[in-house]
């Protein structure tokens, strides 16, 4: 798996900024990158909002933290209670949607 990846054990991790860019210089910044590569999943979301961001090919946290409101609430059946629960779920892990 390492070797697909180009990487090796014992190799150092590349030293990054754990920031989601955004055009507006807002973005989710957090102490540990690997929290923007937790799958959706994990946020046990309800069944309509989980839907819904199928259907957006969103798949991590990082993925939706760089969403604004106004690009999920497009979605078909993602209405306001949804984006308030994946805004509560997002603030557990320090994280918030775009500008």
Do not use: Y
Not at 45 to 62: D, H, M, P, Y
Not at 79 to 85: A, D, I, K, N, Y
């Amino acid at each position: 798996m390492l070797a697909q990846k180009g990487r090796q054990l014992g190799q150092e991790a590349e030293i990054r900024p754990s920031v989601v860019p955004t055009d507006q210089g807002h973005g989710a910044v957090v102490g540990n990158e690997g929290v923007l590569a937790t799958p959706i999943a994990e946020l046990q979301l309800s069944v309509r909002a989980r839907k819904a961001l199928e259907r957006l090919e969103i798949t991590t946290l990082g993925e939706l933290a760089a969403q604004t409101e106004v690009d999920l609430l497009t979605c078909k059946n993602f209405g306001h209670t949804s984006l308030e629960e994946v805004k509560e779920r997002l603030a557990e892990f320090g994280l918030e949607l775009r500008q």
